[in-house]
Nanobody
Framework: QVRLVESGGGLVQPGGSLRLSCTAF????????MYWYRQTPGNDRELVAE????????IYVDAVKDRFTISRDNSKNTMYLSMNNLEVEDTGLYYC??????????WGEGTQVTVSS
């Protein structure tokens, strides 16, 4: 069964850190670009970061630059999002996505990140 499973979310205080994981089952992620999105209450889902197939190129939304790091380990079929110096505004449901031209797009079901004191 093809699926993406996110993990690593939780409750953390402002200034804290979390590391999210996204693991693929039923297919190999190596040909796909991979993405982290988040959805906060009342807002549309937004792109947070993306990484190319080999991990050689990464892109971040301005709000998370210098705080978040996206990475991947194709041998483990997994992508990561290391989040440091978390802010209340980072609270949301974080989703992973994989995409490649000509192939289906896959989404995970999300992992909740809550930043609160």
């Amino acid at each position: 069964q093809v699926r993406l499973v996110e993990s690593g979310g939780g409750l953390v205080q402002p200034g804290g850190s979390l590391r999210l994981s996204c693991t693929a089952f039923g297919f190999a992620v190596s040909p796909y670009n991979m993405y982290w999105y988040r959805q906060t209450p009342g807002n549309d889902r937004e792109l947070v970061a993306e990484i190319t197939t080999s991990g050689g190129r990464t892109i971040y939304v301005d709000a998370v630059k210098d705080r978040f790091t996206i990475s991947r380990d194709n041998s483990k079929n997994t992508m990561y999002l290391s989040m440091n110096n978390l802010e209340v505004e980072d609270t949301g449901l974080y989703y992973c996505k994989v995409a490649k031209t000509g192939r289906p797009v896959y989404w995970g079901e999300g992992t909740q990140v809550t930043v609160s004191s």
